[in-house]
Antibody, heavy 119, light 108 residues
Framework: EVQLVESGGGLVKPGGSLRLSCATS????????MNWVRQAPGRGLEWVSS????????HYADSVKGRFTISRDNAENSLYLQMNSLRAEDTAVYYC????????????WGQGTLVTVSS | SYVLTQPPSVSVAPGQTARITCGGN??????VHWYQQKPGQAPVVVVY???GRPSGIPERFSGSNSGNTATLTISRVEAGDEADYYC???????????FGGGTKLTVL
């Protein structure tokens, strides 16, 4: 069974930092691209970042470029998102999602972790 | 940056057909994916690559993509189909993923 479990969310002050993790199992993590998608309360889905299977390519939304860093550890089957200089508008549920080899859709999703940026 | 436009809401009676559109400049030349999200749950892909259907997704869900509009069609709509639906694609020109704003499907 495919499982993606996010952790690391919480309450942080504006300007602060947080590191999200996504632990995976049930599929060949090292062969799949991985993604972060967020959803602000009552709002739609917003793509945050993607990383290729061997970390050769990393892409970011304009809204987080220069502040967030995506990374992965294929030995640990884990995905990460380092978030710095957090702003109130970064408040959202953050989902990790996988992309099957050769595909482009987000095929499996975790249940999300809530990040709240507030003073 | 590329913009995907969806109607905020679509309403349909049970047993009827729902069509949810996703507009974008020459979207027919791109691969579009559709997600269903029910309240409090993570999204689920219901159509990939314009018209592919993942295993476990009912045949009632289908997709098409041509010109400036991609369409998710749900036939014989059931109460359990009530959810938010999002289209998504990869924008080659900016190397970014784009989501539509989402459409709330209401089953009357």
């Amino acid at each position: 069974e495919v499982q993606l479990v996010e952790s690391g969310g919480g309450l942080v002050k504006p300007g602060g930092s947080l590191r999200l993790s996504c632990a995976t199992s049930g599929f060949t993590f090292s062969s799949q691209s991985m993604n972060w998608v967020r959803q602000a309360p009552g709002r739609g889905l917003e793509w945050v970042s993607s990383i290729s299977s061997r970390s050769s390519y990393r892409h970011y939304a304009d809204s987080v470029k220069g502040r967030f860093t995506i990374s992965r550890d294929n030995a640990e089957n884990s995905l990460y998102l380092q978030m710095n200089s957090l702003r109130a508008e970064d408040t959202a549920v953050y989902y990790c999602a996988s992309t099957l080899p050769g595909g482009a859709s987000f095929d499996y999703w975790g249940q999300g972790t809530l990040v709240t940026v507030s003073s | 940056s590329y913009v995907l436009t969806q109607p905020p809401s679509v309403s349909v009676a049970p047993g009827q057909t729902a069509r949810i559109t996703c507009g974008g400049n020459n979207i027919g030349t791109k691969s579009v994916h559709w997600y269903q999200q029910k309240p409090g749950q993570a999204p689920v892909v219901v159509v990939y690559d314009d018209s592919g259907r993942p295993s476990g997704i009912p045949e009632r869900f289908s997709g098409s993509n041509s010109g400036n509009t991609a369409t998710l069609t749900i036939s014989r709509v059931e109460a359990g189909d009530e959810a938010d639906y999002y289209c998504q694609m990869w924008d080659n020109s900016s190397d970014q993923v784009v989501f539509g704003g989402g459409t709330k499907l209401t089953v009357l």
